[in-house]
């Protein structure tokens, strides 16, 4: 059985950045990491590498940010009042803001005297990623499943 769409993927990976080697993830000690193929669940290049491949199959790949996460857009960085924030505020730390498309994360990019500067592109947003995939197992998608959009 190959990848495809509509197919229930299990995976075991290491995700680095190739320019330090250093790992940002891995599956290796935890669970393998399971999602169904073809309904967004995965960002769009670790999927297309991986289509076609069979169980036992190794893929090693790197991903450019418009195959990842998406370039950097210095419009999502916004500048708030710093009373909106707890007083042990740090730069990197994240929270969640309620938008009219559901809940969206971002990070404090920059504290100023009275305001902040949080940041809505994702963590890894710009970034080149590679990543050594085997794949551990792959069966149908329930019909369930598929109507749902995710794996059960």
């Given at each position: 059985?190959?990848?495809?769409?509509?197919?229930?993927?299990?995976?075991?990976?290491?995700?680095?950045?190739?320019?330090s080697d250093e790992?940002?993830?891995?599956?290796?000690?935890?669970?393998?990491?399971?999602?169904?193929?073809?309904?967004?669940?995965?960002?769009?290049?670790?999927?297309?590498?991986?289509?076609?491949?069979?169980?036992?199959?190794?893929?090693?790949?790197?991903?450019?940010?418009?195959?990842?996460?998406?370039?950097?857009?210095?419009?999502?960085?916004?500048?708030?009042?710093?009373?909106?924030?707890?007083?042990?505020?740090?730069?990197?730390?994240?929270?969640?803001?309620?938008?009219?498309?559901?809940?969206?994360?971002?990070?404090?990019?920059?504290?100023?005297?009275?305001?902040?500067?949080?940041?809505?592109?994702h963590p890894m947003?710009g970034k080149t990623?590679?990543?050594?995939?085997?794949?551990?197992?792959?069966?149908?998608?329930?019909?369930?499943?598929?109507?749902?959009?995710?794996?059960?």
């Amino acid at each position: 059985m190959k990848i495809e769409k509509d197919k229930v993927v299990s995976v075991h990976y290491t995700g680095k950045f190739p320019e330090s080697d250093e790992i940002f993830d891995t599956s290796i000690e935890r669970e393998p990491m399971e999602f169904l193929v073809g309904h967004q669940n995965m960002i769009q290049g670790f999927e297309q590498e991986l289509l076609g491949a069979e169980k036992g199959d190794n893929r090693e790949f790197t991903l450019l940010p418009e195959q990842a996460y998406g370039h950097r857009n210095e419009d999502a960085i916004q500048e708030v009042p710093k009373e909106q924030f707890p007083t042990d505020l740090e730069v990197g730390m994240m929270f969640q803001a309620q938008s009219d498309q559901g809940p969206m994360q971002f990070s404090i990019y920059e504290i100023l005297e009275d305001t902040v500067k949080i940041d809505f592109n994702h963590p890894m947003a710009g970034k080149t990623l590679k990543f050594n995939v085997e794949v551990i197992s792959i069966r149908d998608a329930s019909e369930e499943e598929i109507s749902h959009g995710h794996h059960h």
